[in-house]
């Protein structure tokens, strides 16, 4: 590989956010805790679409690392959080 496509697959490590503030070992827990805290004002200012972000990001970093099992609950905390997300919108609109 050369040196310049290895170095584009790090760009990853020079991303930094500050919209999303999960507490340590949030990622390592079940797919419905994990979903409630991303979802919160308080993880997640912005509100549910920035823990989406953070969830997908998480879930790319991590690669091939991930183990089967661990993915598979990740995966199932995005599509909570989505509803979440999708029901935060309806919300709004409702209210316009």
Do not use: Q
């Not at 805290?37 to 993880?43: T, W």
């Not at 690669?63 to 905390?77: F, P, T, V, Y």
């Not at 979440?84 to 409702?94: F, G, P, Q, T």
């Amino acid at each position: 590989m050369s040196e310049k496509a290895h170095a584009s697959k790090r760009w990853v490590k020079n991303v930094k956010t500050d919209s999303t503030h999960p507490r340590e070992g949030l990622f390592n827990k079940d797919a419905e805790t994990i979903a409630r805290e991303l979802a919160s004002k308080k993880v997640s200012p912005k509100g549910p679409g920035s823990g989406m972000r953070m969830l997908t990001y998480y879930i790319n970093r991590g690669g091939k690392n991930l183990s089967a099992s661990r993915k598979r609950e990740l995966e199932k905390a995005k599509d909570l959080l989505s509803e979440k997300a999708k029901k935060a919108c309806e919300y709004k609109d409702d209210r316009r």
